[in-house]
């Protein structure tokens, strides 16, 4: 079909405009037709699917697709018309493959950027880490320069440029600028580190082998916010917290052991002292907001103490952050239920004998009487 309509536009004046203006329309037209019937069979399939994503793609590459149609209308009727046009030395259809090329990375940008905001909105409100939300828009940065950047290097391989002293300079660059942001990548790895083996999140109760405890409120791509007990916030590099030892209080759940000792007079019934404990602390959940769990408390008489016997109890709070306030009330119950039934806090009893050392014996010695001339 086109080569009649080419024959039958040979004789006219202008012949091979009108041939690349006719064809031009004529193709844009055919592929247009296949477009819009491919983009409502797939339509037709999105719909029946549970994610968005797919109608998003759909839509980020409407644009890409158009663009595309022109442009090969465009350069196929050219070929035609112009078959021995030269730019620069390069044919229509070495110019027709490299800006292929550039309309190939527009299209992968559009569906980058469609993926990365599904992650913000669909995915990343359901992390427990705001990591992603802060990394996101870095990687989209990078991946978009990245995406150009290798494009650029493609259209210089199809124009027969030799590329390698390129990628040299481009790898001496990288280096050096690794080498400026050594800590900061470090930092930046050891936050995904983090944010992927999760041995901390946002929330939990944690402690630095270097003594620093508190509240994560905040893992971010350089450091790691941590709100204390005298409520001050605490940052530390993230690199620094990968390497530290640290205590979750919160893994694997937010129970926690709570203990004690407590010591009573060599008269008190152990029986009675252990019953008196256990329901000390039964009455410290029943009377206030400190939450136990419904294991039984442990009560047993631990040692044999100089001037007491020593208890020790152990009970679960359902919150390590309960701990300190839990410790405040039973030792308040457990005062006023001792002197109630009768149990003596003894004082620690010290036996001191009185015995100087160093002094002499008092010796009596007798004076013989002088005798007279």
Same mark, same amino acid.
């Given at each position: 079909?086109?080569?009649q #309509?080419?024959? $039958?536009?040979?004789?006219?004046? +202008?012949?091979?405009? #009108? ?6 329309? #004529?193709?844009?037209?055919? +592929?247009?037709?296949?477009?819009? @019937? ?10 029946? /699917? ?10 980020c590459?409407?644009?890409? *697709? ?5 442009? !090969?209308?465009? @350069? %196929?009727?050219?070929? *035609?018309?112009?078959?021995?046009? $030269? ?6 259809? !070495?110019?027709?493959? %490299?800006?292929? %090329?550039f309309?190939?990375? +527009? ?23 705001? $990591? ?6 870095? %990687?989209?940065?990078?991946?978009r ?13 199809n ?10 300079g ?13 800590d900061s990548?470090?930092?930046? @790895?050891?936050?995904v580190?983090i ?11 944690i402690?630095?082998?270097? =003594? ?44 926690? &052991?709570? =203990? ?12 009675? &002292?252990?019953?008196?404990?256990r ?13 136990i ?23 679960? &709070?359902?919150?390590? /952050?309960?701990?300190f ?8 119950? $457990? @005062?006023?239920? +001792? ?5 003596? #806090? ?11 050392? =160093? ?15």
């Amino acid at each position: 079909m086109l080569d009649q #309509i080419t024959t $039958l536009i040979s004789g006219l004046p +202008f012949a091979a405009e #009108i041939t690349a203006l006719v064809l031009f329309i #004529i193709l844009n037209v055919v +592929f247009y037709g296949i477009y819009k @019937f491919v983009y409502y069979l797939i339509g037709k399939v999105s719909k029946h /699917t549970k994610t968005n994503l797919d109608d998003k793609l759909l839509e980020c590459m409407r644009d890409p *697709i158009r663009l595309l149609i022109v442009i !090969s209308a465009t @350069f %196929i009727s050219l070929s *035609i018309a112009y078959s021995t046009f $030269l730019l620069s030395g390069y044919s229509i259809i !070495s110019i027709y493959s %490299i800006v292929l %090329i550039f309309v190939g990375a +527009f299209a992968v940008d559009r569906v980058m950027r469609v993926l990365i905001k599904w992650y913000k909105t669909d995915i990343a409100p359901k992390t427990s880490s705001n $990591l992603d939300d802060e990394l996101l828009p870095i %990687i989209e940065k990078m991946l978009r320069v990245a995406i150009y950047v290798v494009a650029i290097l493609m259209a210089l391989t199809n124009l027969n440029v030799e590329i390698t002293p390129l990628l040299a300079g481009l790898g001496i660059a990288s280096l050096a600028v690794a080498l400026a942001l050594q800590d900061s990548l470090g930092n930046f @790895f050891a936050g995904v580190n983090i944010s992927v083996d999760q041995p901390l999140r946002k929330g939990d109760y944690i402690q630095t082998e270097g =003594g620093i405890e508190g509240v994560v409120q905040e893992v971010g791509w350089r450091s790691t916010k941590i709100l204390t007990l005298q409520n001050n916030f605490v940052v530390i590099p993230n690199s620094k917290l990968a390497q530290s030892v640290v205590t979750n209080y919160h893994r694997p759940n937010d129970e926690m &052991v709570n =203990g004690g000792v407590i010591g009573v007079s060599y008269n008190s019934d152990v029986d009675h &002292v252990i019953q008196v404990i256990r329901n000390s602390i039964k009455k410290m959940s029943e009377d206030s907001d400190i939450s136990i769990t419904d294991a039984e408390p442990t009560v047993r008489l631990d040692s044999f103490g100089d001037f007491s016997l020593n208890f020790k109890y152990f009970y679960r &709070v359902k919150n390590y /952050t309960m701990r300190f306030k839990a410790i405040g009330a039973l030792n308040r119950i $457990l @005062f006023y239920e +001792f002197k109630k039934e009768g149990i003596e #806090i003894p004082f620690p009893v010290r036996v001191i004998y009185n015995n100087p050392i =160093g002094q002499e014996e008092k010796k009596t010695t007798s004076k013989k009487p002088k005798k007279r001339k």
